[in-house]
């Protein structure tokens, strides 16, 4: 077994501290990675806390990982000792249900294997993430960080850049696609980074105007402040997709009439309390309300390339371990920039 330095939460809305946790012997199609950072993603707030429930302690968190290959098993092909490799949300699934088979582990019909607060797929094996100094994955979940990336920056990709790439994809986002993009935040700006990079014409639709010169900056062609009288109703019609990134409650039918026929609004945040959705603002244009978790990992892997041609990481503050309260905190306040990278050499 291999001692490993992490940070963890003991409990329930404990605070996060020091933690030494084993990891296993890499095997025969294992990677071992030295981590060098791991963003912070809202959800392992919301696990910390137990807000989902069924949280298991000694938690560690984090699923936005990114290091070096350390070593590799004897049966590992395309990695090599000194390659730039990340790792998401998933450490393995059952490989064999249909979902699986069309390379949607996310939707693993047998429960695929989270990075953290989950199991192998024994059933047993706790899962412990990326606040730690290593881990230890099977090839099968082990992606490859183009080197022409910034690799504090590429940590979000893990989750914040796929949870926004496949939607955009699944919903055939290219030259002429008007996306609107509602919030931005950690999700929202790499929506905007990614659609716009897909040549997608998109606006930001926030409540907040201080935030439209990052929006323009980002690539958005177009922005509007959701709380300004009419806002809303002036863009009637004009998206082809609109991608909702508020874990915040709002009014979903507001925004579903901003779809043109045949539109989507795809859902990425969590509100806390159910929405109501008018029957009206769906079958009035054979609009679609629908919802969409991170991508499977051939769909990971193409985001990591199309970021790697076209040079997107995400925009980041990189922290010390030590300061992961003062990040939380600062990230239930919006008070982030837009991702909180944790710099691993801290442990």
């Not at 030494?20 to 025969?28: F, Q, S, V």
């Not at 390339?305 to 919006?334: K, N, P, V, W």
């Amino acid at each position: 077994m291999l001692p490993t330095k992490a940070y963890a939460a003991f409990a329930p809305g404990s605070p996060l501290g020091p933690y030494e946790l084993l990891r296993r012997e890499p095997g025969e199609h294992d990677v071992l990675i030295d981590i060098a950072f791991c963003g912070v993603c809202h959800s392992d707030l919301h696990q910390v806390r137990d807000e989902w429930r069924g949280g298991s302690y000694p938690m560690v968190p984090g699923h936005e990982i990114v290091g070096r290959v350390a070593r590799v098993g004897s049966g590992v092909r395309g990695f090599a000792v000194g390659d730039p490799v990340g790792v998401g949300c998933l450490v393995d699934s059952c490989r064999t249900c249909p979902s699986c088979q069309r390379d949607l582990e996310q939707f693993c019909e047998n429960g695929p294997a989270w990075t953290y607060n989950g199991t192998l797929m024994d059933r047993k094996t706790q899962t412990y993430g990326g606040y730690s100094t290593r881990i230890v994955v099977d090839q099968a979940f082990v992606l490859r960080v183009p080197r022409n990336l910034d690799l504090a920056g590429a940590a979000p990709l893990l989750c914040a850049g796929i949870t926004t790439y496949s939607p955009l994809r699944h919903w055939h986002v290219g030259k002429g696609t008007r996306v609107g993009v509602v919030g931005l935040g950690g999700l929202g700006h790499m929506a905007v980074k990614l659609a716009a990079a897909m040549g997608a014409e998109v606006t930001v639709l926030s409540t907040s105007h201080k935030k439209e010169p990052d929006a323009k900056r980002l690539g958005a062609r177009a922005f509007a402040v959701t709380t300004a009288e009419g806002a809303l109703s002036r863009l009637a019609g004009h998206f082809d997709l609109v991608v909702d990134t508020l874990s915040a409650e709002h009014d979903y039918n507001a925004y579903l009439s901003t779809l043109r026929v045949d539109g989507a609004m795809v859902l990425l945040g969590i509100p806390p309390q159910a929405a109501p959705v008018q029957a009206f603002s769906l079958i009035g244009g054979r609009r679609s309300l629908a919802g969409s978790l991170i991508g499977g990992i051939a769909e990971t892997q193409e985001m990591l390339d199309f970021c790697g041609t076209h040079g997107i990481t995400s925009d980041i503050e990189l922290i010390r371990m030590q300061g992961i309260g003062e990040a939380y905190e600062r990230m239930l306040r919006g008070d982030v920039r837009y991702r909180f990278v944790i710099d691993t050499a801290t442990l």
